[in-house]
């Protein structure tokens, strides 16, 4: 199975995670926004490469997740870090909420369907983690999911953190490698953010009055967070507290986090045999006197 890159921002596998103590900014040093946007466009690059390497050698998927609260910049941190790679190696699922089919099953079963294959990279704007989140500061939103009654309040989230790293072990093992992002920022930078979505009118669509009410349950969010990260953060599925109140510097973060990983499955393109090559020579031949 692949292992975790070393990263200050990696989460720690024993639990000692703490939220107040997480990095919402930059280290002062790191905070030049063009050299951060130079950083984010050199790993980019050789993002493009390992991706098309990845599809060649056809032995693993790569599942990216990202986390956040709403305006951390989940969206914009996708499309800059995908840029300039090859749409069809990739795929992004968002989920929302769930439909009556999605709830006729257990909460995996929608985003199971949307793993990606070998040779190619999901990313999970959201994922089965809204279950051990959002459902856990409102869970009233169990009551559609009609589970047994015999299931224990208290009990619920501890199964559901032993039935994601089931699944993620599982995947791993099979060859799918699980990189998780928790974008964090902090309660003032988004309200900043959810300021600039009413003042500028091309980014009102954006804005919904939910998003202010779920402001209200922030060091609920903040307690669920940290003790999912705690609960599901291993070697073979990592998860890393990115500092989210500087884009460019989140963005750079991301990127060269997903790049090294990439690196290290030392990907590289199918080996052809001598039997093959021969046929090369054979079909050059016939294609030069072809004119």
Request: glycine fraction near 4%.
């Amino acid at each position: 199975m692949n292992k975790a890159i070393k990263s200050p921002y990696l989460v720690p596998f024993n639990g000692s995670f703490k939220v107040s103590r997480a990095d919402t900014k930059p280290p002062k040093a790191k905070r030049d926004k063009k050299d951060n946007k130079e950083r984010l466009e050199k790993y980019v690059d050789e993002f493009n490469e390992l991706q098309r390497k990845l599809y060649a050698f056809d032995k693993y998927a790569v599942l990216l997740i990202f986390q956040a609260m709403d305006a951390a910049g989940k969206d914009g941190t996708i499309r800059a870090v995908t840029t300039g790679v090859n749409p069809a190696g990739f795929q992004v699922s968002s989920f929302k909420v769930p439909t009556p089919e999605e709830l006729d099953h257990d909460y995996l079963w929608r985003t199971t369907k949307r793993l990606p294959e070998r040779g190619r990279i999901g990313i999970f704007n959201r994922s089965y983690y809204e279950e051990v989140l959002v459902v856990r500061v409102h869970p009233n939103y169990l009551r559609p999911q009609r589970l047994p009654s015999s299931i224990p309040g208290d009990d619920l989230w501890t199964e559901r953190y032993e039935s994601i790293r089931d699944q993620e072990k599982h995947l791993a093992r099979n060859g799918t490698v699980i990189i998780k992002f928790w974008l964090n920022v902090t309660r003032e930078e988004q309200r900043k953010r959810f300021l600039d979505r009413i003042e500028e009118p091309e980014k009102n669509w954006k804005f919904s009055e939910t998003d202010v009410r779920e402001r209200e349950h922030w060091d609920e969010y903040m307690d669920a967070y940290e003790e999912a990260l705690n609960a599901t953060s291993r070697s073979w599925a990592p998860w890393y507290a990115i500092p989210a109140d500087d884009k460019p510097y989140m963005r750079a973060c991301v990127a060269e986090i997903i790049v090294k990983t990439l690196r290290e499955l030392n990907l590289r393109y199918p080996d052809v045999g001598e039997e093959e090559r021969a046929k090369f020579h054979i079909m050059e031949k016939i294609l030069r006197n072809d004119n």
